[in-house]
Structure formats: structure tokens, C-alpha cells
């Protein structure tokens, strides 16, 4: 049998020699609660590895990204989504020299705290938050939350600090022209930046490594295009509706924007090549001039033709309606013990107990709530007599 340990010390030694010198590399990976190094995966591989096995990754699978009720199997999931962020980055990271496994596990998991229904269902849980004294709800909180707190019974999987700070700040909906790293060393530092963000939502926050840098900017391109060609599909736009100057710059095809913003991004990022010590500017990822303003003009098509149109937002107000009650019903079951559910609505009450002792009622149905798919939401609704939309 081969030394598979004798091997992994040889790919963290390649690693070093292939990466850029502002790369972040496996060696370096920190974990809140030491672990001894027992086997053949790199740190933050281990790290994918952890969240694509994950019981929140698992139910990626019916979680709405933009479009919600649809009877069309080509329209984007929240599933497909992650993944296509995780190539783009990992493309992206190739041709700078970055480690494309941090890129990878902070892809997968950077939207592992969206609620049910996306943005829509993602701003109910948060008045529904705000209601009942919690913080505002963010599902980039959630997604650190899920994955460092809540998922083996409250053990949560252990990742790095890279890799959790990556997934806290991937903020895709903020516009970036070109984002520069800001280290951080260790995890209580890491905690205050997560309470800062929680107590002041509008706080723009900064990356550690260029590595989750580049996972921001993939977030929007792997979204931008893509919600465009499902909105042609639904009839929402139309491909001649694209501005003409995003279109000359950047194209009107999902497969040519992505191109040209992945090559944009390549070509005007500022990141040391491997073994280029000398390198004395200040690494960065980023985009050109022109194609920054065409890709800000094109978010600002997308907000008002499709995000904000009343199509998409139809069944909004069932939606709402059905959050409210099963806050209120969820949380009058852990009070008063009153209504009873089905074996499968355990209300976050099989969780370890520190986390009994530590979360209130209001966040165990929080987050019980957030994790939920999106049939599994409407089921648990249509049982307390909510009207729900249907797949049209």
C-alpha cells in the first residue's frame, strides 16, 4: 500500500511551488478545534469534502435561486448555481495561480443558509426576525452558521477559517469593481467581523484571502447571464431587451458574458505568479473599467426587468403569509408544547445540548425554518391550512 501521507506531504510541498506567493496554501488552513492529521487530503479539500457532504448541501436541491413555482426542469436551482460558481472560480483561480480547493469549498457552501425561496423568502425571515428580537436574518450568516454550529447535532463540521470567512463575505449582490484581501489570524477575530455583519447588515465586508475574492466575483458571474436566459425562457425579456452597451462589451449569451467576464477578470487581476517573490504592488482581483461599468449596468437591467418584476414576485404575499404562520405555529409547539407535528419537524429539538441551552425559541424556529426546501416548506404550510401557490 502506498505512504499516503508520504504523498499528501508531497502535494503541500508541489502546492507551495506551483501557487502564487499571496495564495492561500493547504498547510496554512486553521481550524477552530485542532485536529491531528491522520489522513490523505489536503486542508481545505478535506474542507469541500465536508460540505458537499453535508445534510444543508443535500437539500441545495430544491431551493429556489430566482425563480420559484416553476414546472421547468432547465430553470436555475440554488443546486446548480453553487456549482457553476465553483467552476468559474476554480477557472478563474487556475490562471492566477490561487488554490482552487479554498475556491471550491467556499463555492459549494457560500449559500447553504438561503431560506426557502430565496431572496423573497430571505427577506420574510428576516422581519419575522426583527419581530420577535432576533438579528436580522443574512443568509451568509446562516451559511456560517449551518456549517460551523448547527450540522452534526451541533458539532458542525470543524472547517477552516479560510474557508468560513470565504463563505461570510461572498456577498455577490454588492458591486466590486476589484476586491483586495484583508488577512485575518485567527478565529475570535473572525467572530467579531461575523457579530459586526450581524449587528450592522449593511456593512460591506472584506475578504482574507484573494482565494474568496474570486468566489465573489464568480457569484455574480455565474448568476448575471444565467438569470437572463431564464427569463427568456419564461417570457419575462427579451434578448434584444439587452442594453446595447452590455451588449457590444460583453455580449448577449450567457456562455459569452460569462467568457468574457471570467477573461476580463484573468486579464486585469494583479496577482503574483509562482515563485515571483520580487512582487511589490498590492495583489487584487478585478475587473477592467469598461466591462465593470457594462456588468454594473447589466445587475441594474436584471433588478428591474426581472428580479422586480411582478411576474417573479407573484406569489409573494402566500409566501409571506406562510411564513408568518409557521413562525408562530413552530414557536407556540417549543413554548407551550401545543400544536403537534410530524416526526419530521423536529424543531432543532435533536441538537446537542449546548445548543438547547444557548438558543432561544425564537432561533430554533429560525433556524429550522432556514433550512428548510422549499416542498418541505409549502407542505408544513398546507397542513396549518395556509393557501399555497402551485407549479404553474
Known amino acids: 500500500m502506498k505512504d499516503l501521507l508520504g504523498i499528501l506531504d508531497t502535494l503541500n510541498t508541489r502546492e507551495m511551488q506551483r501557487l502564487s506567493p499571496a495564495a492561500s496554501h493547504s498547510v496554512d ?25 453535508s445534510r444543508a448541501f443535500t437539500r441545495y436541491i430544491d431551493k429556489t435561486q430566482v425563480f420559484s413555482l416553476v414546472s421547468n426542469d432547465h430553470i436555475t436551482h440554488r443546486m446548480l448555481h453553487v456549482q457553476l460558481v465553483s467552476r468559474i472560480a476554480r477557472s478563474i483561480a487556475r490562471f492566477l495561480y490561487l488554490n482552487e480547493d479554498l475556491v471550491e469549498a467556499i463555492a459549494l457552501g457560500h449559500d447553504i443558509g ?62 466590486s469593481k476589484h476586491l483586495t484581501a484583508k488577512p485575518l489570524e485567527r478565529f475570535s477575530d473572525f467572530d467579531k467581523k461575523l457579530k459586526n455583519k450581524e449587528k450592522t447588515p449593511q456593512v460591506n465586508l472584506t475578504p482574507m484571502t484573494l482565494e474568496a475574492c474570486v468566489v465573489r ?11 437572463i436566459e431564464d427569463a427568456i425562457v419564461l417570457g419575462l425579456v427579451q434578448r434584444q431587451d439587452i442594453p446595447a452597451e452590455c451588449a457590444e462589451i460583453l455580449g448577449t449569451t450567457n456562455g459569452t458574458i460569462v467568457y468574457n ?25 478585478g475587473f477592467s473599467n469598461p466591462v465593470s461599468d457594462a456588468l454594473l449596468q447589466l445587475k ?13 414576485k407573484q406569489y409573494i404575499p402566500l ?18 408544547s401545543g400544536k403537534r407535528f410530524s416526526p419530521q419537524v423536529d424543531l432543532m429539538t435533536d441538537m446537542g445540548e449546548s445548543y438547547r441551552q444557548s438558543h432561544p425559541p425564537e432561533a430554533m424556529v429560525r433556524d429550522f425554518i432556514a433550512g428548510m426546501t422549499d416542498d418541505f416548506f409549502l407542505q408544513q404550510a398546507a397542513q396549518l391550512g395556509c393557501a399555497v401557490p402551485a407549479k404553474q
Not at 485536529?35 to 460540505?51: N, V
Not at 467576464?261 to 517573490?277: C, F, K, M, R, W
Open 29 to 53: 488552513g486553521l481550524r477552530r478545534r485542532e485536529e491531528r492529521q491522520d489522513g490523505h487530503r489536503q486542508t481545505f479539500s478535506l474542507d469541500a469534502d465536508r460540505i458537499l457532504h
Open 114 to 175: 438561503h431560506p426557502p425561496f430565496g431572496h423573497e423568502g430571505e427577506n420574510c425571515l428576516s422581519e419575522l426576525c426583527s419581530e420577535y428580537g432576533l438579528p436580522t436574518f443574512q443568509h451568509n450568516i446562516q451559511s456560517v452558521r449551518f456549517l460551523d454550529r448547527l450540522e452534526k447535532k451541533g458539532r458542525g463540521w470543524n472547517l477552516c477559517l479560510q474557508t468560513l470567512d470565504g463563505i461570510l463575505c461572498h456577498d455577490g449582490e454588492i458591486h
Open 217 to 227: 466575483l464568480a457569484d455574480t458571474v455565474a448568476y448575471i447571464g444565467r438569470d
Open 261 to 285: 467576464l471570467v477573461t476580463d477578470l484573468i486579464g486585469n487581476s494583479s496577482v503574483p505568479a509562482a515563485g515571483e517573490y520580487g512582487y511589490t504592488g498590492t495583489p487584487h482581483i
Open 300 to 312: 441594474q437591467f436584471n433588478y428591474q426587468n426581472i428580479y422586480l418584476n411582478p411576474r417573479t
Open 319 to 336: 409566501i409571506r403569509n406562510c411564513y408568518q404562520t409557521l413562525f408562530a405555529a413552530f414557536l407556540e409547539h417549543l413554548q407551550k
